[in-house]
């Protein structure tokens, strides 16, 4: 893209011949001679270029301080690089290349999962989870912007808005998001894109490894950190207005369900805490997490669990993604 010059420098003859040909108005003195008004005039003109040079001098320096900001916005948009040992977070493009999709680092480790809060159901079994491998996950759902970009529709009937999170998406939907993003090389080398198991979601709820033990994630307090049926006002909400967790993910509950990777196994003792699997229809329904705007605090708990068939879609229920070590 040819970028325009700002011009850096404007000669004094140039001020001078600008100030010349500028109406300054009558002048009005009490001078005895043409001398002294001429010295007046003199005065008006120079007092003019001071004003000019000051003004050229700011509106420099906000194009260097708008350049500066430019500069520093594309870095953070490039794709990241194909090393992704270190816990920053990472921005990939999506095939628009203006639209970025916001992973945050989880360092692997263990966990207290379905920890008890006093809201508990049967199958919520309380057991230590570990996951051996480090993983990005979405800092916020999906958005209909990013799945826009990527599938070229928007299936979200009601609320159509950029930055609320895609709804009407099915499990296999969502697969077909994440394998479209490998297709099209956006994952970093040694990496793809998937859902999480319902273990990585939870352990990214809670804060990871060193997460706080929260009710909800980030806070015991659903208010700030999620819309429930309390605050939402009857409908989905933009993306990363509330309190993010200890991690920096936002909207882990309510909002909208998410779809997870591995099927509903009864209790959450027998989930698989880190799965390879590839996009497939039909079969045992799929673990959904987290809530969503229309359910009470009881159902938008870290530790809350339900699920769907593959194919169900739904105004509630969207999903993040995760990127997981190729295997």
Excluded at 70 to 89: E, F, H, I, R
Excluded at 263 to 277: F, I, M, V, W
Aim: aromatic share 10%.
């Amino acid at each position: 893209m040819k970028k325009t010059s700002f011009p850096k420098h404007i000669s004094f003859i140039s001020f001078l011949f600008l100030a010349a040909i500028t109406p300054i108005g009558p002048v009005s003195c009490c001078c005895f001679s043409k001398r002294n008004c001429l010295e007046e005039e003199n005065l008006l003109i120079s007092e003019k270029l001071i004003i000019a040079e000051k003004e050229i001098t700011r509106l420099n320096e906000a194009y260097q301080t708008a350049e500066s900001r430019a500069q520093k916005a594309l870095s953070m948009l490039k794709t990241p690089s194909k090393n992704l040992n270190d816990n920053a977070g990472k921005t990939i493009l999506l095939p628009a290349q203006i639209i970025p999709l916001d992973m945050v680092f989880v360092e692997k480790g263990s966990f207290t999962m379905s920890r008890k809060d006093g809201d508990n159901y049967e199958d919520e079994v309380s057991h230590t989870a570990t996951l051996k491998n480090n993983f990005y996950i979405g800092r916020t759902e999906v958005t209909q912007e990013q799945y826009q970009a990527v599938m070229g529709k928007n299936p979200s009937p009601e609320v159509i808005a950029p930055r609320m999170p895609v709804v009407q998406v099915s499990w296999v939907d969502a697969m077909t998001f994440c394998d479209k993003l490998n297709d099209a090389g956006l994952a970093p080398e040694g990496w793809r894109f998937t859902l999480p198991t319902e273990t990585q979601w939870e352990y990214a709820a809670s804060g990871g490894e060193n997460g706080h033990g929260f009710k909800f994630s980030g806070s015991n307090v659903l208010d700030e950190v999620g819309w429930y049926t309390e605050n939402s006002d009857g409908s989905m909400h933009f993306v990363g207005q509330k309190k993010p967790n200890e991690l920096g993910i936002c909207d882990m509950n309510g909002n909208v369900w998410e779809w997870c990777l591995d099927d509903h196994k009864g209790s959450s003792r027998n989930a698989t805490p880190e799965l390879n699997r590839k996009n497939e229809s039909g079969g045992a329904r799929r673990v959904v997490r987290g809530g969503s705007w229309d359910y009470v605090p009881r159902f938008c708990r870290n530790a809350i669990r339900d699920s769907h068939s593959a194919e169900y879609r739904d105004n509630y229920l969207g999903f993040r993604v995760v990127l997981v070590p190729a295997q």
